[in-house]
């Protein structure tokens, strides 16, 4: 290497994407809002118009060759659902650090040309990575790029001939599978980083540091990286044991890249507990909870709390503060019976249907759909699958009439317009949440979801949804303390967290004080009658001492001795009132950072798929039980 040739390191790594971040829609606390203007936008297209522009004549062609029931009326909300595709994809490109390229350092202008070369050349090399949205960002501690595209694929002969697919589309640009899962996004990623080296070397720099395109790892991944990476510390150890070994200088080098690696991997894992704790304004301790069901329980009712928490595998990542609360609630649980009573069957699958259906008799039809029998007469009765006999709908209470049934039926539409009105005056941050009600309304219904109740004890609606209502609460959090944006949200989390300390070191403080200041009243005591009293020398050395005391003070008589007096049996009930403030407080920063965590799922843009992710995974719990009964039987004929 050249002296003259200056080294920098290079990041090239795929992120979820945030427009709204990317666009500069909301200002993050790491941004310079002064350098805001200098950004360099490339380009600035809305998604869902470029889905129009890409995909709409293979749309209408795929529609006019297909049966009615499996068009698709809208390509964008078709891939929205999808649980394989993504609507874009973002991939995050740096050059350098804040000390080399940064702002006001040697090489930011060189960092700055360089990006702007790679980001002109980028949709030529890749043609099939449609490019909507990219920006230059110069308003951070480095300058990078963020680059969000959708990938297509052509000549397809399944579903759509132009269509969304990473896969399919690197294929196309001559990059194919080899083994691994997604190594065509790792040989994708690998070609892009040369381009970028070459760039370097084009303009007198080296790559220092390894990019990574690595996400983040899950709990288990976790666990397994620290294993891995004991392992590799143990093989470097036993080689250096054995000087008859011959190694290479690339074997060593690509184990120390997998060091590396996994230790890197182990401090982002850390990081981001420490982020989660410090916008909860709490330690995060991990919960271990092996039972799907027990965890949702567990969630739902933290969720009831106000309790913020980070659910991973089968670990719940919670406040310090609430462990004691988490335990009470897992201990309630109750590992549910294996069968529910036929009229609590019954009301739960109307319930399911109830907003789904137009009227009353396609839900009669959509009951006979799941194996119900219907009778109808002076009174309506149906029997279920699992039943012997027929119910009549009048047992199940007055909300089951054939009549009140109709009545919901007519007024499912009542609340999401309520939800619409409400969302026309507010402001842009509780539109996003407005959205959400509305798109989970829209999931209930074209999912049927199992019933989720806030309150068991009342008749299920969108108002008494767990979900919906989980929502509603953090909007009902912005209005109680005034919180119009995303920066109002983090910094009243600050403010909350700071007033908790304050007090705290408060009550630690008066806490401590408090057998100084009895201390020094016994000493008052002394030296006022002392006075009185002519000492003898025997005492003036400790006489000379309480004087500082009373200086301490400013206190010149005994009477006022009884003024300290009164703080010293006032303290324990000022302390307790501080607590109580420390506990409201943290009652607030708890629904703040509730709000926090919520808000930043919605932003990530996979808060319904993450939904309906979620109750596909319960039924499919719920028909695996039903798959093994069926699977033992053949064994008991057999036996027999």
Known sequence: MSKNTKSVSLTFRVDKGVLE??????????????????????????????????????????????????RIPDYYSHIEKSKQEKL???????????????????????????????????????????????VMHLDEATPHLHIDFVPVCHNQTRGLSTRVSLKKALE????????????EWQGWAE???????????KHGFSQAIKGAHYAHMSVDEYKESRKELEKLNKHINELKQKPDVEITQEEIKMIKNQNDFMRSEIVKRDEKI???????????????????????FITDELQRSNIQFVEESNTLYIPDWATKNCCAIAAKYQFPSKSTGIHDEIKLDIDTLVYSCENFPQLLDKLREKGYEIKEGKYLAVKSPNAQRFVRLKTLGEDYLPQNIEKRIADRDKFPKQVQARSAKANETEQR??????QTVIAVRTFMFRPQKTNPKKIYSFENDKEINHLSQQLLTMRDFNLNSRDDIYEAAERSQKKIDDTLAQIRKLTEDMPTLKSDIAQLKFYFSARQNNSDAMNQVRLAAAKEVANKYGITSAEEIENLETRLRLSPTYISSLKNEVSEEQMKLS?????????????????????????????????????????????????I
């Open 433 to 438: 949440f407005y959205s959400t009600i509305t």
């Open 591 to 639: 629904r703040i950072s509730d709000l926090v965590h919520t808000y930043e799922k919605i932003i990530e843009g996979n808060y319904i798929d993450n939904l309906v992710a979620a109750e596909r995974e319960r039924r499919q719990r719920e028909e695996k039980p039903e798959e093994k009964k069926q699977d033992r039987t053949p064994d008991k004929k057999q036996a």
């Open 274 to 296: 420490r982020i989660l704790s410090k916008k909860a304004g709490a330690r995060f301790v991990p919960f271990e909870v092996y039972s799907p069901d027990k965890m949702q």
């Open 191 to 201: 070609a892009e980083k040369k381009q970028l080296n070459e760039i370097l070397r």
């Open 172 to 183: 196309e640009q001559g990059i194919s599978a080899k083994s691994k899962k997604l190594s």
């Open 21 to 70: 971040h990317n666009n500069r829609d909301f200002i993050a606390k790491n941004v310079v809002r002064e350098r805001v203007p200098d950004n360099i936008t490339y380009k600035k297209e809305n998604l869902r118009e470029k889905y129009h522009e890409l995909f709409d004549d293979a749309l209408k062609e795929y529609n006019a060759n297909i049966r009615a029931d499996r």
């Open 88 to 134: 874009f994809f973002e991939i995050v490109v740096q050059i350098g650090e804040k000390d080399n390229c940064g702002i006001d350092a040697e090489h930011f202008e060189e960092a700055k040309k360089m990006l702007d070369e790679y980001m002109k050349a980028f949709e030529e090399r890749n043609p099939n990575m449609k490019v909507f949205n990219a």
